[in-house]
């Protein structure tokens, strides 16, 4: 997950209070709240609050885009997390100077699925699509396009071994204080399987690391301060190893490593797409 996708999401967080309670909250003690819970450690810039605050100033621009472009379903019928799903997308695709058209349309498709279910994803993609292909037909395309391929490679695992004849699995703390699996980035030179054995036996100090197979790829936009956005790519491979107690050095990127349960390890989890990785790998296991 990026920072700005976290973002998104206790922004999303927020209006979803909000709007519940007819806006009779301050949005700056909800969010504030959302993210002393959810992300204490987490510095967003202040991109959270300038999002909440660019919706909220175009709310009757934005709600009137949604009656026309979903006019069978009446604004005030929309669930509540859908509505605002729709808010958050049509602001950074309609009204945000920063935001590529195509990142603004993905973001609001993925907090649908996550929050909401498959066919809000749908339904938010047809809504944002329909606004979009009116954009490029009048002229307002915004030139801040993305390359969609991937400027960082990474590679990391489902690290997985028998302890009493029970299945344990490796998750790590990152420095945004989400647990999620061992990956680093790929070295010149370096070959991909490579760099996951590298990089989980820095991470962790297991050795006797043996890739099973490949698992899958994640891609996502990153956005750093002061550099363009890009797209990362990284890949997961199955990885067997022996049993051992975990050796980590602290560093900014890992904080803590732990073997764990499949349940606990898919529990702790916190990114959605890492989520998915860690299903793939159990399919192939169980």
Not at 61 to 76: F, V
Not at 90 to 109: C, D, W
Request: net charge negative; glycine share 6%.
């Amino acid at each position: 997950m990026s920072n700005r996708h976290l973002a998104r999401t206790i922004v999303l967080q927020t209006l979803f209070q909000w709007d519940f309670n007819q806006g009779q909250e301050e949005l700056n003690k909800i969010i504030g709240r959302n993210f002393q819970e959810f992300a204490p450690e987490f510095d967003d810039g202040g991109f959270s609050k300038e999002l909440i605050s660019g919706i909220i100033k175009n709310q009757p621009a934005i709600d009137q885009l949604i009656s026309k472009y979903a006019p069978e379903w009446p604004i005030e019928q929309i669930t509540i997390v859908d509505r605002n799903v729709l808010r958050i997308g049509i602001y950074e695709l309609k009204f945000s100077q920063e935001i590529p058209p195509k990142v603004a349309i993905n973001e609001a498709i993925e907090l649908a699925k996550s929050f909401s279910n498959e066919s809000s994803g749908k339904f938010v993609n047809g809504v944002l699509g329909s606004i979009y292909k009116e954009m490029e037909k009048l002229g307002e395309k915004k030139d801040l396009e993305i390359s969609l391929e991937p400027k960082e490679i990474c590679a990391g695992g489902v690290v997985y071994a028998k302890d009493n004849d029970q299945l344990k699995f490796v998750v790590v703390l990152d420095g945004y204080g989400k647990w999620t699996l061992p990956k680093g980035h790929v070295e010149a030179g370096e070959k991909i399987e490579e760099t996951a054995i590298r990089e989980i036996g820095e991470e962790t100090g297991l050795t006797n690391l043996r890739i099973i197979s490949k698992i899958g790829e994640t891609t996502y936009e990153v956005h750093q301060p002061k550099t363009k956005p890009f797209i990362k790519k990284v890949h997961f491979y199955l990885i067997e190893t022996d049993w051992r107690p975990l050796k980590i050095i602290t560093t900014d990127e890992i904080k803590e490593a732990r073997w764990l349960t499949a349940d606990e390890a898919d529990s702790l989890i916190n990114y959605n797409n890492v989520k998915e990785i860690f299903a793939l790998a159990l399919k192939k296991l169980l």
